[in-house]
């Protein structure tokens, strides 16, 4: 009875904030981890890193000594992803769910950090709101859902920003954990994405550099922190070393290809500059738009080609879609300003710190992503994640600063629409894996590629598949189903000649479903049967 009683009053004795906190972060584990494994996006590079992480665990081969190549270019990130699968593949075993659970777990831990963080600047019932609106973010949830090694990073990037705004508050007397906090993030961070590689050590750099000038005592500290990251990241250099420096030599040459875009490149880069980081923020905010790709540019290019080579003109959706594009960009611009104007404006230490720090790494991120924001997409944004809120953060604060008496509805207005349009996306999305009509040309979805994977199977006389696709069809599904196909011990057989498989033996082929393409295929092809998986079609051809 003592121990109830006790218990009682501690729970009575926590805030209503707290108990708003712990909902959002109940509802945030809900939305991450709901039929996770059938709703997994599985892509090429999903079953490449599930088959390195097997082998490693079977003892096939030694824990790598580099990461995954960045997108299309042969450099290499660090390691330290493929670590955090290993690890997770040795607790839960090497399967497509479990390469996600690092992801999944960083995701909900900077729910709190979120909180966390907002609550430096500003009230507890704004840090709440804007939590609110992280935790249910379709672009927030989308990338704690599957193992791709970026999706780690809105973790690791709070964390780092926070134990450096109180590495610059405090300085010497700060405390080791959060010194070590920021090694770890740092060392982690650079071996996450391309883009880090860059960012980190350029905030540091700067960071150093006004820390040193204003107390000498504090090197120790900073040699601490380097030499974490040094450590964190010894196995890409013992490999650097036994390959003369290969990798950073292909760095180099990225960076310097980058760096000499011509006039006219660099001119269009700067629309996209703001064009593109518009569009990032406004659908990572309100999960509306493209979320892959920058296309407001296109579409304006579009719509004014069409007017004035056509006549063709304009109707009242454009107009809306016009509108919606300057609400996007004039919050961007917004934004940008807010930071420094309140930075200016600010008395108190702390928050002139934590906003000095954010108007350094948001400086320099656009300055880094600038070369090379023709070549980026939208999820690249995911270092940012945490900027559109900040942006909505200041706009509350604004209009509660100027128009007092009527900015609490116009908040309550903005945050009910951000709220409903995320939750709209959300169910939409649900519904198409519930009908296990998500996988397409651009989506791999595990739960739905194991349906698939047991009809080729039924139409084949063993279990050998000879798989045929057309374009993206076959670069994106022949890694993931032959995985899939190995864990039923059959194998799949890709065809580049018709006239390499056995006579008689039935060609698979993948391609769209013949709801959406009904000509196309069997024209083209003898097809003797057909099944429709959604937006993917299943053929038969006859050999």
Request: hydrophobic share 50%; with cysteine.
């Amino acid at each position: 009875m003592n121990l109830i009683r006790l218990t009682s009053k501690r729970i009575q004795k926590i805030s209503t904030h707290t108990w708003i906190l712990i909902f959002i972060i109940a509802v945030g584990i809900f939305l991450r981890t709901y039929n996770l494994r059938e709703w997994l996006y599985f892509y090429p590079d999903q079953a490449r890193d599930l088959t390195i992480v097997q082998e490693v665990i079977d003892g096939e081969r030694s824990w790598p000594l580099m990461g995954a190549i960045a997108a299309s270019t042969k450099f290499k990130i660090g390691p330290v992803y493929y670590y955090f699968q290993i690890i997770s593949g040795y607790i839960f075993g090497a399967r497509p769910e479990t390469m996600a659970y690092p992801d999944l777990f960083f995701s909900i831990l900077s729910i709190p950090l979120f909180y966390y963080f907002f609550s430096r600047y500003f009230t507890k019932n704004l840090s709440l709101a804007l939590t609110g609106l992280y935790t249910v973010s379709y672009y927030v949830i989308e990338y704690s859902r599957f193992a791709w090694n970026p999706n780690p990073i809105p973790f690791f990037m709070l964390l780092f920003l926070i134990s450096l705004w109180k590495f610059l508050l405090e300085e010497n007397n700060t405390k080791w954990y959060w010194v070590l906090a920021i090694g770890i993030t740092f060392g982690v961070g650079v071996q996450l994405h391309t883009l880090l590689l860059l960012l980190l050590p350029a905030v540091l750099f700067f960071a150093f550099v006004f820390m040193i000038r204003k107390d000498r005592h504090v090197w120790k500290k900073w040699v601490a922190i380097f030499a974490l990251a040094v450590f964190l990241n010894i196995p890409q250099i013992i490999s650097e070393m036994d390959k003369n420096y290969t990798n950073s030599k292909q760095f180099l040459r990225l960076f310097t290809e980058s760096s000499e875009n011509g006039k006219e490149k660099m001119q269009f880069n700067l629309k996209l500059d703001i064009l593109g980081n518009s569009q990032s923020y406004a659908h990572i905010a309100s999960s509306l738009g493209n979320k892959l790709d920058f296309d407001f540019l296109s579409i304006i290019n579009a719509k004014i080609r069409d007017n004035q080579r056509f006549g063709i003109p304009f109707q009242s959706s454009d107009y809306i879609i016009f509108f919606s594009m300057f609400l996007s960009v004039l919050f961007f611009l917004f934004g940008c300003w807010a930071i420094g104007y309140y930075f200016i404006k600010e008395d108190n230490k702390e928050k002139k710190y934590f906003l000095g720090m954010l108007l350094l790494y948001v400086i320099l991120s656009l300055i880094i992503m600038h070369p090379v924001m023709d070549s980026l997409a939208i999820r690249y944004f995911i270092h940012l994640v945490f900027l559109p809120f900040l942006f909505l953060g200041f706009l509350v604060k604004l209009m509660k600063d100027k128009y007092p008496k009527i900015y609490l509805p116009i908040s309550i207005s903005i945050f009910v629409f951000l709220l409903f349009s995320n939750i709209f996306t959300i169910s939409k999305e649900a519904r198409a894996h519930a009908m296990k009509s998500r996988s397409s040309e651009r989506y791999v979805v595990l739960g739905e590629i194991e349906i698939i994977r047991d009809y080729m199977l039924s139409q084949s006389p063993d279990k050998t598949i000879y798989f045929w696709a057309d374009g993206k069809y076959m670069q994106n599904f022949i890694k993931p189903l032959t995985y899939v196909m190995m864990e039923k011990g059959a194998s799949l057989v890709r065809v580049k000649k018709f006239t390499d498989v056995p006579s008689g033996r039935p060609i698979i082929m993948l391609g769209e479903s013949s709801d959406i393409n009904t000509v196309k295929y069997f024209h083209k092809y003898d097809i003797t049967i057909y099944k429709n998986f959604g937006q993917l079609g299943v053929y038969i051809i006859k050999n």
